[in-house]
């Protein structure tokens, strides 16, 4: 018996731990004091009145012997792919219902995505990026070359002809950035994928933070990207599902590598190892596409948009290098006189009572710059902000 040693390549994940411990031990310190958050990742606003009216009406359905639900199809309900569908269709992106497949979240398929392909695989992952990436392919023994973000390419990564990869990973809008692609841009990852016979592993799960009409919300917005790309989305951004869980992987039926379809594949994976994401979630997330639903979200993204401007005008004004917020909830930006992420950490934290989170923990080339959230109270967000600006 052995088990899997690629887990012992793992390092420990230090970053929130490390966050959530020095404003610990400062509030032990300053006890009364209030520390203001712009560290966090996930939504703060309750989930709209259309989703929990669903959620309520679901509820009812599995009271009663006529329309309880057991185990559903393992791929997710016809009511909610269709809606996801049409979704798509409204940005002139055609799907076939059988391309869409829903789960419990984006994470869940980033990382069981990788059980439909070759351990030999090479991984091309932007750094600074979200850590699953990277963690999930150590954890397959998966050889892995990274790309670089910086300030040079406004961290957007474009593709070299030196990379020898086949599973490439992109995350746009970006966490931990904000950075954005541009349709010219993914046309440019696209075409390098087809033509080295690679597989790009779109990240959308930001995508309803997108205002700009000319940016792309979804990868197979791109001519030929139904030859080479697998896009994950969620309903945890855009509709307040962190704690719900609801997410769809769409796995085009043109995606096919020696021969073998990779929709086939995660089709058979999903039915064999997942039961489905639960009837009463897949209702509640079947609202957010209703008329009634969709203003609600919209209204919520709306105030994270707000707060995040609130928080990029401020590096406007201050002409602080920053990529973000715009399109994003994130803003990223590069902290002061050459201290480096953590430094800054410490001297916002004991200095300003504020919490951000340091760029490094999202990768190398994340030294030296902050992550801040729009994910916050509004009245946190503009006091914050207004400290943070005393120390620029
Ligand atoms: N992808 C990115 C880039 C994320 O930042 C997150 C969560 O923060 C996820 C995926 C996970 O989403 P889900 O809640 O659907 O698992």
């Known amino acids: 018996m052995k088990l899997n040693s690629h887990y012992l390549d793992l390092k420990d994940s230090y970053l929130f731990s490390t966050v959530a411990r020095k404003v610990r031990e400062f509030q032990a310190a ?36 006529e329309t309880f639900k057991g185990y559903g199809p393992e791929l997710g309900y016809d009511f ?6 049409k979704y798509y269709s409204r940005r002139n992106v055609e799907l076939d219902i059988d391309e869409i497949i829903v789960s419990d979240g984006a994470k869940s398929d980033l990382g069981n995505l990788l059980d439909i392909m070759d351990a030999d695989n090479k991984v091309l992952i932007p750094d600074p990026v979200y850590p699953a990436y990277v963690d999930c392919n150590i954890m397959a023994g998966r050889k892995i070359d990274t790309c670089s973000g910086n300030e040079q390419n ?22 931990p950035t904000g950075a954005v692609y541009t349709k010219d841009e ?42 080479c790309a697998i896009e994950i989305c969620s309903f945890s951004k855009t509709a307040g599902f962190t704690g719900t869980r609801c ?25 064999t190892k997942f039961n489905g994401t639960p009837y009463i979630i897949q209702k509640a997330a079947a609202a957010v596409f209703s ?26 004004k201050k002409g602080v290098y920053h990529v973000g917020g715009d399109n994003s909830p994130y ?12 430094e800054f950490f410490d001297k916002l934290l004991l200095e300003k009572n504020v919490v951000g989170t340091p760029g490094s923990g999202f990768g190398e080339n994340g030294e ?8 916050g109270d509004r009245d946190d967000t503009i006091e914050a902000v207004k400290r943070i600006v005393e120390l620029l």
């Open 30 to 65: 300053n006890p009364g004091k209030k520390v203001y958050k712009l560290s966090i990742g996930d939504v703060t606003l309750p989930l709209a009145k259309a989703v929990i009216d669903a959620m309520h009406l679901a509820v009812e359905d599995m009271a009663k012997k």
């Open 80 to 85: 909610l792919r269709e809606e996801i569908k």
């Open 154 to 175: 406004g961290f957007k990564p474009m593709p070299n002809e030196n990379y020898k990869s086949d599973i490439i990973y992109i995350c746009s809008p970006n966490n």
């Open 186 to 227: 993914l046309k440019a990852w696209v075409d390098y994928a087809n033509k080295n016979n690679a597989l790009i592993l779109f990240d959308a799960a930001y995508e309803a933070f997108i205002v700009d009409k000319a940016l792309p919300r979804s990868i197979f917005e791109i001519e030929g990207a139904r030859t």
């Open 247 to 271: 997410g769809y992987s769409i796995v085009p039926k043109q995606l096919v590598f020696g021969g073998i379809s990779a929709n086939a594949l995660w089709n058979r994976r999903q039915s």
């Open 291 to 316: 008329e009634e639903g969709e203003k609600q979200i919209q209204a919520n993204l709306q105030y994270y948009r707000d707060n995040a401007k609130i928080i990029k005008e401020a590096f406007e």
């Open 331 to 342: 803003i990223w930006f590069k902290v002061p006189n050459n201290m480096t992420s953590w």
């Open 368 to 375: 030296g710059f902050f992550r801040l959230t729009a994910f």
